[in-house]
Nanobody, 111 residues
Framework: QVQLVESGGGLVQAGGSLRLSCAAS????????MGWYRQAPGKQRELVAA???????KYADSVKGRFTISRGNAKNTVYLQMNSLKPEDTAVYYC?????WGQGTQVTVSS
């Protein structure tokens, strides 16, 4: 049973920063792709950032230059550093590792 657990969400003022973390537990041997998605109320889930292996990354246009995805030194961990946050970044953020998904962590940015 593989579980992904996110942490680091919360309430922050516009212009602030948050760092999301995601750690996998269970029988998981190697991960190819890691990523973060988000879903705002009334909107579809969208890709925020992905690490496809090594230094290959992909970002949504709306977060380029503000968010950074990175893999942790510990096996099967991934982070999302979010700077210069905007109210439109408010959403539930989900971690993914290959086919596995976390339960989500709420990020709220106040204006």
């Amino acid at each position: 049973q593989v579980q992904l657990v996110e942490s680091g969400g919360g309430l922050v003022q516009a212009g602030g920063s948050l760092r999301l973390s995601c750690a996998a537990s269970g029988s998981i041997f190697s991960i190819n792709a890691m990523g973060w998605y988000r879903q705002a109320p009334g909107k579809q889930r969208e890709l925020v950032a992905a690490n496809l292996g090594g230094t290959i990354t992909k970002y949504a246009d709306s977060v380029k230059g503000r968010f950074t995805i990175s893999r942790g030194n510990a096996k099967n961990t991934v982070y999302l550093q979010m700077n210069s946050l905007k109210p439109e970044d408010t959403a539930v953020y989900y971690c993914t590792m290959d086919k596995y998904w976390g339960q989500g962590t709420q990020v709220t940015v106040s204006s």
